[in-house]
């Protein structure tokens, strides 16, 4: 049931990130975290906030590669975390995870 519920908040995240993605016109090039077509997971979190750790635990539990942006310290992940926030009506809360292909 946990893996279930772990899946939906990726997806749920990865529509949310996708379509901001879409709408953003000036975008920086993330390096993949996978080679070939797999979709990455970028994942916005704090480093003091413990569901951010959780989602890290699982994501290597289950070998799934992630980039994290840490909306603390980098400006640029703050401002494309409040911006999915916005766009989708959703609460500011840590983690916000999404998928994006490569």
């Known amino acids: 049931m946990r893996r279930i519920l772990w899946g939906v908040w990726l997806l749920v995240g990865a529509l949310a990130f996708s379509w901001q993605l879409q709408t953003t ?40 590669p992630y980039v994290y942006h840490n909306i603390i310290e980098d400006e640029r992940a703050r401002e494309q975390f409040n911006a999915i926030a ?10 916000l995870s999404s998928l994006v292909n490569a």
Not at 42 to 52: A, N
Not at 86 to 95: A, G, I, L, R, W
């Open 25 to 64: 016109t000036a975008q920086e090039t993330v390096a993949p975290a996978t080679s070939g077509d797999e979709p990455i997971v970028h994942l916005f979190g704090r480093d003091d906030c413990g569901f951010c750790k959780q989602m890290f635990a699982w994501l290597e539990e289950e070998d799934i």
């Open 86 to 95: 916005e766009k989708h009506s959703t609460s500011k809360v840590t983690p």
